[in-house]
């Protein structure tokens, strides 16, 4: 595609639900990034892929929080049993570099999640 | 753990003058730096792409210094507009992650 792309842009959600976020990266682009963004924040680090590899994951706040990209494309972050701490935008970026030589980052628009 | 400082917070100036925004971080290990943009409600908009390798990077009027040595990046932007007015943030990547500043809010005046 021609942008990274990400949906739903806003999520309402009860104390308790699961929530799905998802993320299309630039089409080719290796590494993929999450982070997340509280209001007035710079962004903070969730995890990041390598293609399917989850090579860093010390940034997901607790065991609630899943990310997933088993072919190398899309991915998915999920949270389970959301609490309002997890209201926050999310952010996805892609880049088509390495761990080492990683290029320009691109990110997309960002999810919205927002626990009542 | 690595740590980015944006200086200052926030910055008002009127249109046309130039200013320069401040960006340093703790540990100099950093493979590239790259400065974004974010207006309210947006996702970042990348400006400038620095490699570890390099000094400075230019586009259009910004213009994006870095020192990792003394762990310190500005981004120049010339001739200030309206359209200008954002938040600018910079940002580390030493391997695994980017780390973020917490930006620096700009306002042009007209």
């Known amino acids: 595609g021609a942008g990274v792309s990400q949906s739903p842009r806003y999520k309402v959600a009860k104390r308790g639900q699961d929530v799905a976020l998802r993320c299309d990266p630039i089409s080719g682009h290796v590494s993929l990034f999450w982070y997340q963004q509280a209001l007035g924040q710079g962004p903070e680090f969730l995890t990041y892929?390598?293609?399917?590899?989850?090579?860093?994951k010390s940034g997901l706040p607790s065991d609630r929080f899943f990310a997933e990209r088993p072919e190398g494309s899309v991915s998915t972050l999920k949270i389970q049993r959301t609490q309002q701490e997890d209201s926050a935008v999310y952010l996805c970026?892609?880049?088509?570099?390495?761990?080492?030589?990683?290029?320009?980052?691109?990110f997309g628009e960002g999810s919205r999640l927002t626990v009542l | 753990k690595q740590e980015v400082t944006q200086i200052p917070a926030a910055l008002s100036v009127p249109e046309g003058e130039n200013l320069v925004l401040n960006c340093s971080f703790t540990d100099s290990a950093i493979y590239n730096l790259q400065w974004f943009r974010q207006d309210p409600g947006k996702g970042l908009t990348s400006l400038l792409l620095?490699?570890?390798?390099?000094r400075e990077q230019t586009s259009g009027r910004l213009n994006a210094s870095l020192d990792k040595s003394s762990g310190r990046s500005t981004l120049y932007i010339a001739a200030s507009q309206p359209g200008d007015s954002a938040t600018y943030l910079c940002a580390v990547f030493t391997g695994n992650q980017f780390y973020f500043g917490t930006g620096t809010s700009l306002t042009v005046i007209p």
């Open positions: 970026a892609s880049s088509s570099g390495l761990q080492t030589n990683t290029g320009e980052l691109f």
């Open positions: 892929f390598q293609n399917e590899a989850q090579l860093d």
């Open positions: 620095i490699q570890s390798s390099q």
